[in-house]
């Protein structure tokens, strides 16, 4: 009973370091964000000493870059990456699970092996196609980048829900009257949404944090992401410490956000996913 509570304890204790080394980051960025300009500079303390309510580096940046354009292009490629990455991923993790299709395991496990490469491998021989098909410096083209990682990783997950969902249940449902499109959309997206939560929290992350495929394929400033506009930034003799860490703290909002009422959903189709692929 004793040795339980102290592996209890060390259990607690080593979550709790890692928790706090995890979020300890985050907690920098954030106050990093909210001292003055002239304490950054200066020797860093854990809990800063003056406090800038006046929030100076997010005025400086909204005011002195085009800040707000590229959140609005971040935001239409994030989501229009979801959209095309739930379509595709729910379509075929479907059919390959309810209809006999030669080498079907072999076909899903092989879409894994994208993410054995590094994006910059797939980014340059992307961008000479996109330049053949004249998408060369244009959202879509970051848009279809994106959707060449999360569409593999959404059939793989979204696969492992339909495999073990019985066909029966669609059965019962087309005996009471459904086609089976009907029975599809009443009885098995319902059963997986958290698997298509998890898949939408999953390539909305991945779209949104990624610099390299942006960096490739876009040059304009028009048509900058927030991960690529934040980074011209940090010039090579101007260092504006203050309006990069505001600028990180503005793009960590909407994840917040998106965990704070999504987390129950994502963990539930993690666990699942786990157990059922």
Known sequence: MKRSRTARALTLIAAALLGLWSFFPIYWMVISSLRPERDLFAQPTLIPERIDW????????????????????????????????????????????????????????????????????????????????????????????????????????????????????????????????????????PLSAPGIITVSIFSFLLSWTDYVFSFVLVNSDANKTLPVGLASILGSFDARWGELMAGATLITLPLFVLFMFLSKYFIKGLAAGAVKG
């Open 54 to 189: 006046k929030f100076k580096s997010y005025q400086n940046l909204l005011e002195l870059t085009d800040y707000p354009l590229q959140f609005a292009n971040s935001v239409v490629v994030a989501l229009t990456v979801v959209v095309i990455t739930l379509f595709v991923s729910v379509i075929i993790a479907y059919v390959v699970t309810r209809y006999r299709i030669p080498g079907k395991t072999v076909m899903i496990g092989s879409m894994l092996y994208a993410y054995m490469f590094p994006p910059l491998l797939l980014a340059i021989p992307l961008l000479s196609i996109f330049a053949k098909l004249g998408l060369a410096d244009h959202l879509i083209a970051v848009v279809l980048a994106h959707c060449t990682l999360t569409i593999p990783l959404g059939v793989w997950m979204l696969w492992g829900f339909f495999k073990v969902m019985p066909f029966d249940l669609e059965e019962a449902a087309m005996v009471d009257g459904c086609s089976r499109a009907g029975a599809f959309v009443r009885v098995v997206l």
